[in-house]
């Protein structure tokens, strides 16, 4: 695969176009070859129980292993997501039909205890597409209680949701939180101006403030994991628990910062928020493979042969895009635009493109590696933030909101 790769790389290095799409990269055919996949995974699913959720096929595998929908499952809310990312695209009401059903068996999470801060992850990827695109009431509801039920996991000694409540004992982490977390704030954020209580706005713009402060190297890099000390507060360590090393920056990590710092400037405008998140990215971006899709972990011990994770890259690739319609400088916003753009084109070609092989639309991800688990193989997430990277690529190029 590599070579492809580098050949790959070398092509496409200065076909982009300043702030507009590609000429040679065709977004529409990207969302077509989702639109296929979407189908043929669904009638693989056949007879369908829309509480079991595809998540993964391994890389020797041609068939998705799918998961029940259980509040210990973090993938579940990425297949209904991506139905309705493409419903969104192809306007078939037969897809939408499948978006309700596999999004219904997921609204039980709001009401439960929370198990853990993927609480987010869960419901405004399947709940929050929902909404965002039928205005059905019942859906906003299942998302405000969400947000109350996912706020009950913040700490107002430390400032921050407790990510892992297992790993509290499991691991002797007092109050944990992981970079991940950064993306859960996006529905405290939402349910706040959308009828739930101010304080939510709070909660999240004090889990900001404080990952800022404590969780990244001066570098800008990030820990994967900040322990705090739940009696005065303050950071006890920075660890990794999905990266290679404590000190090293762990791709999807470092991904998961990019998109959130995003999404908190634009949920808040505070310039702090912009300024932090171009130097969070541009520290990443530095290290990545020429065509940047980024090996697992930054300091991942076989570089050049390591694995790479495609989902980090649909993540950035999805964010850059949103940031770049922020940054005044324009050169600077050209230069993210474009970055995101050469990456989905490579995402796009047969060197990630999952084709005939499987239904899943791309390759090439890495989910845990130091529990040498999901890598190299093709992960729900990834595709589920590739497809929102194409329409909102899609939605800039005509001249529309870009989050829809
Ligand atoms: N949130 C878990 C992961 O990124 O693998």
């Not at 056949?46 to 799918?66: A, E, F, G, V």
């Not at 850059?320 to 916003?333: F, P, Q, R």
């Amino acid at each position: 695969m590599r070579n492809i790769i580098l050949g790959l790389s070398f092509l496409v290095l200065s076909t982009c176009s300043v702030g507009h799409c590609d000429s040679s990269f065709n977004v529409d055919k990207a969302l077509n070859y989702c639109a296929k996949q979407t189908n043929r995974t669904l009638r693989e699913l056949k007879p369908i129980d829309y509480t079991m959720m595809p998540r993964n096929i391994m890389d020797s595998l041609t068939k998705w292993s799918c998961r029940k929908v259980v509040k210990e499952e973090w993938t579940s809310g990425f297949w209904p997501g991506i139905l309705w990312y493409d419903y969104e695209f192809t306007q078939d009401p037969g897809i939408k039909a499948e978006a309700e059903k596999f999004t219904a068996s997921l609204g039980f999470l709001s009401k439960t205890p929370v198990y853990d801060h993927d609480l987010g992850f869960l419901i405004f990827c399947s709940y929050g597409n929902a909404y965002r695109l039928t205005k059905n009431p019942a859906y906003k509801k299942v998302i405000l209680d969400a947000a109350d039920t996912l706020a009950t996991l913040f700490n107002p000694k430390v400032g921050t949701l407790l990510s892992w409540p297992r790993e509290v004992k499991l691991s002797h982490w007092p109050h944990n939180t992981i970079m991940d977390n950064m993306i859960n704030l996006e529905i405290l954020f939402w349910a706040a101006k959308n009828g739930g209580s101010k304080r939510l706005y709070d909660i999240a713009v004090s889990h900001a403030n404080k990952t800022m402060k404590c969780q990244f190297r001066p570098d800008y890099s990030s820990y994967h994991v900040a322990v705090y000390d739940t009696v005065t507060g303050n950071l006890i360590k920075g660890v990794t628990h999905q990266g290679y090393a404590n000190n090293s920056m762990w791709a999807r990590g470092q991904a998961w910062a990019i998109y959130g710092y995003t999404m908190c400037y634009r949920e808040t405008k505070n310039p702090e928020y912009l300024s932090f998140v171009q130097k969070v990215t541009d520290i990443y971006l530095k290290g990545l493979p020429k065509d940047y899709v980024p090996y697992w972990d930054f300091s991942a011990p076989d570089i050049p042969n390591a694995p790479r994770d495609a989902s980090a890259a649909c993540v950035v690739a999805s964010a850059l895009l949103e940031l770049s319609t922020y940054i005044k400088n324009e050169e600077k916003a050209s230069e993210y635009r474009e970055i995101a753009i050469k990456t989905l084109k490579n995402l796009s070609s047969p060197a990630y493109q999952s084709g005939n092989a499987k239904p899943s639309f791309l390759l090439h991800s890495t989910g845990h590696w130091p529990n040498k688990s999901e890598i190299d193989a093709s992960i729900i997430y990834a595709d589920y933030y590739y497809i929102e990277a194409l329409l909102r690529l899609k939605r800039l190029d005509e001249n529309k909101n870009i989050l829809g």
